[in-house]
């Protein structure tokens, strides 16, 4: 919308060429979205609290601690949403196919998750929506993304004029490319699809996921900035992906935001993010890997969400394999919590943790 009247009017009116830069905008994205969520975040907590009485189901099976978050409500997602699309709405080109793909996807998931928390609340279960039929929706949305990316996205070129459209990047390594054809829709879609999922299996305590995801959100939103600037592109030797600068206003959207919902969600927690926002920001982030081509650097700095979801995965074959369980309880999280860590031990060691995932995977941009 701003961006907007810079382009009709900034001739005229020289003030309005502020709202021609990315780094300006992507900081008023993030004020912006915090404000959102401060000024309609108590309203929201009020209704979800009245309508859903009992609150998020508490996982029987989970540590005897948690029961004490009983009739906490969930659904906080809404909350994030609504400072995240808002923001980007003002602030963002809203010309740009990666901005309208990207909030696809993000709100897309975030009906998805919708769905799983409301059927949660009103069953009074931890049992939610089916997984085969969430996992095929995801994939189907992704899938639809992927497509979107590769056909009607910017001309994506690197220095050399490599075709990057349906291309696989490899951080390290400046020429190592792996051309996917139409299978980038299928790996791009299975990018987005673990994205959404893993961060959704990180949301598990107070604070544990949304500020991994803003660390993400960050290291993602210098990365699109980079991506879409030729100039520092060709510098760091990163493939050029013209138009993914905007996506930089997305990724300041969710720091304001995840910000503004912190404050609500912090110990003790007066509302949970649930399926609702966890599926919405993890998918987000999987589709701008997939779009600024840097869908291997996701699994490094993603690389807490990462460890969560292959803590799953590793126990179910483990038990089905075996009979035997190799941690605790799963996700890691929990794990980490039957050894005695007291919550806010596990949530701010996870922090540390994620922070140095983040800079790792932002360190590929310069070792190449």
């Known amino acids: 919308m701003l961006y907007y009247l810079a382009s009709e009017f900034g001739d005229s009116i020289p003030l309005l060429n502020v709202f021609r830069y990315i780094t300006f905008r992507t900081g008023g994205a993030l004020l912006t979205s915090a404000l959102l969520v401060f000024l309609f975040g108590p309203s929201i907590i009020r ?3 009245g309508r859903q009485k009992k609150g998020q189901p508490i996982r029987a099976d989970g540590p005897a601690t948690h029961f004490k978050k009983a009739g906490t409500p969930t659904m906080g997602g809404l909350m994030i949403l609504t400072g995240l699309v808002g923001s980007t709405l003002i602030w963002a080109d809203l010309s740009s196919v990666y901005v309208w793909t990207v ?15 409301y059927l949660k609340v009103t069953k009074s279960s931890d049992k939610g929506f089916s997984g085969r039929m969430r996992l095929l929706l995801e994939f189907v949305i992704a899938a639809a993304a992927c497509f979107l990316i590769m056909t009607y996205g910017d001309p994506t070129q690197s220095s050399s004029d490599i075709d990057m459209s349906s291309a696989l990047a490899f951080p390290f390594f400046k020429n190592f490319i792996l051309q996917l054809g139409w299978f980038f829709i299928v790996f791009g879609a299975f990018v987005v699809v673990a994205a959404g999922n893993a961060v959704n299996l990180t949301d598990g305590l107070d604070g544990l996921a949304i500020v991994p995801v803003m660390i993400a959100a960050a290291s993602f939103g210098a990365i699109a900035y980079l991506a879409g600037n030729k100039v520092f592109a060709d510098y760091l030797q990163i493939h050029f992906v013209l138009g993914t600068g905007e996506l930089s206003i997305i990724c300041g959207a969710v720091i304001g935001a995840g910000l503004g919902f912190l404050w609500f969600n912090a110990p003790p927690a007066a509302i949970f993010m649930g399926d609702t926002g966890s599926l919405a920001l993890g998918g987000m982030l999987g589709t701008i890997a997939v779009a600024t081509k840097h869908e291997i650097v996701l699994v490094i700095i993603g690389g807490l969400f990462v460890m969560e979801a292959l803590s799953v995965i590793i126990q179910v074959a483990s038990f089905k394999m075996t009979g035997k369980r190799v941690f605790k309880m799963a996700p890691i999280h929990h794990h980490f919590e039957q050894l005695g860590w007291t919550e806010s031990q596990v949530v701010i060691r996870f922090w540390i943790i994620s922070i140095m995932f983040a800079l790792i995977g932002l360190a590929t941009l310069k070792l190449r």
């Not at 009906?111 to 928390?117: L, P």
């Open 103 to 117: 909030l696809m996807v993000t709100v897309s998931f975030g009906a998805i998750g919708f769905y799983d928390d």
């Open 47 to 49: 209704s979800l609290r």
